[in-house]
C-alpha cells in the first residue's frame, strides 16, 4: 500500500465527523449519511456538493478499508518527519532515535521510490459526458453505446463504453457510471458521468411522471359531447368521453399511460384544444346563420293591455 501525501494534510476523521477512535461501524453509518446528502443524483449542478462528496469518498477509502486505516493512522502519528514526502536522497532524514536514514518502505511494505517523488496510487479522473436520448427511449430505458474520446486532458484513449439507461430519466439528470472513468495509476479507475439530454417529441410532453399531449376536438363534437380517440406513446389509442360543452384547455386523465419511473407509473394527461374553422363553404356558413338564429333569444312581444 502507497502512503500518500495527502494522507498527513487531511484528518479523514474530521472529514466524516467521527471521533478517530470510532468503530467500524460508526465510520460507515457516518459515511452513508453524508453520501445520502451529498451524492451527485440528489444535487445536481452542485459543484460544492460535488467536490463534498467526493471528498468524503476518499476519506472512507482509507478509513472504511481495516489495513489502510491502520497504515493511515500510524503515518499521521510517525508525521513527516522533517524530511517531507519527495526529499532528494534515499529516504527520510532524521526524526528517529539514534538518527540515520529510513525508508517508509521498510515500515509499511509501501511503493516509496528513492531519489525522487514517492511511487504513490492515484485514483482515476472522473469523465463526464452528454448523452442525448430520443424521448422514447428516455421514457422506455434503453441500453446504448457512449463513445469517449481520448486525449491528455482525459487520461485515456478513444473508448466505447455500454450503459443501461433506467426507465423514465429526466432531461439534465446526472447518472454516475462507478468505474468507467479514466484509468487509475495504481489505483482505481474514476467515475464516468453521463448529463442525459432528451430530445423533444413532436407529439408527446413530459410533466413529472406524467406524458402530456393536446388533443384537436372538432367544435360541433365539444359542444354536443363525443368519444374521441387519443394517442398513446406505445403507438396504441383510447377511447375518452368528452361532455358537452367541454371547452379548450379541459385536461382528462388517462390512468398508468405515462412514464414507468421505479415503482409507479404515471399518467397520460390529454388537454383538449377545440378546432374552430376558418374558411367555410357556402353551405357551412348557411348552417353555421341557422344554427346562430336558433340560439339567438327570441324578441318579446309588447303587451297590449299595457298603457304608458
Do not use: C
Not at 465527523?17 to 449519511?33: F, I, L, M
Not at 499521521?76 to 529510513?102: H, S
Not at 521498510?106 to 459526458?129: A, C, I, K, V, Y
Request: aromatic share 8%; charged share 25%.
Amino acid at each position: 500500500m502507497a502512503i500518500q501525501q495527502e494522507w498527513f494534510e487531511k484528518d479523514y476523521y474530521a472529514t466524516l465527523g467521527v471521533d478517530k477512535g470510532a468503530s467500524a461501524k460508526e465510520v460507515t453509518k457516518a459515511y452513508r449519511g453524508l453520501a445520502r446528502k451529498l451524492h451527485p443524483d440528489a444535487n445536481p449542478g452542485d459543484d460544492a456538493a460535488e467536490a463534498k462528496f467526493k471528498e468524503i469518498s476518499a476519506a472512507y477509502d482509507v478509513v472504511g478499508d481495516e489495513k489502510k486505516r491502520s497504515e493511515y493512522d500510524e503515518a499521521r502519528r510517525l508525521g513527516p518527519m522533517g524530511g517531507g514526502f519527495g526529499n532528494q536522497g534515499a529516504g527520510f532524514q532524521g526524526g528517529f532515535p539514534g538518527g540515520g536514514q529510513f525508508d517508509l518502505s521498510d515500515l509499511f511494505g509501501g511503493d516509496f521510490g528513492f531519489g525522487g517523488n514517492p511511487g504513490r496510487s492515484r485514483r482515476g479522473t472522473d469523465l463526464e459526458t452528454t448523452l442525448s436520448l430520443p424521448f422514447r427511449e428516455a421514457v422506455s430505458g434503453v441500453t446504448t453505446t457512449v463513445s469517449l474520446a481520448g486525449g491528455p486532458e482525459r487520461a485515456t484513449t478513444s473508448r466505447d463504453v455500454k450503459v443501461r439507461i433506467p426507465p423514465g430519466v429526466k432531461h439534465g439528470q446526472r447518472i454516475r457510471l462507478k468505474g468507467k472513468g479514466g484509468p487509475g495509476n495504481g489505483g482505481p479507475a474514476g467515475d464516468l458521468f453521463l448529463v442525459i439530454n432528451v430530445e423533444p417529441h413532436p407529439v408527446f410532453g413530459r410533466k413529472d411522471d406524467h406524458l402530456t399531449v393536446t388533443v384537436r376536438v372538432p367544435w360541433w363534437q365539444a359542444v354536443r359531447g363525443a368519444k374521441i380517440t387519443v394517442p398513446t406513446l406505445d403507438g396504441s389509442a383510447v377511447t375518452v368521453k368528452v361532455p358537452p360543452g367541454t371547452p379548450t384547455g379541459r385536461t382528462f386523465r388517462v390512468k398508468k399511460r405515462g412514464v414507468q419511473n421505479g415503482g409507479r407509473t404515471g399518467d397520460l394527461l390529454a388537454t383538449i384544444e377545440v378546432d374552430v374553422p376558418t374558411d367555410l363553404t357556402k353551405e357551412q356558413k348557411a348552417a353555421v346563420e341557422a344554427l346562430e338564429q336558433a340560439f339567438s333569444p327570441t324578441p318579446s312581444q309588447p303587451d297590449d293591455d299595457v298603457t304608458g
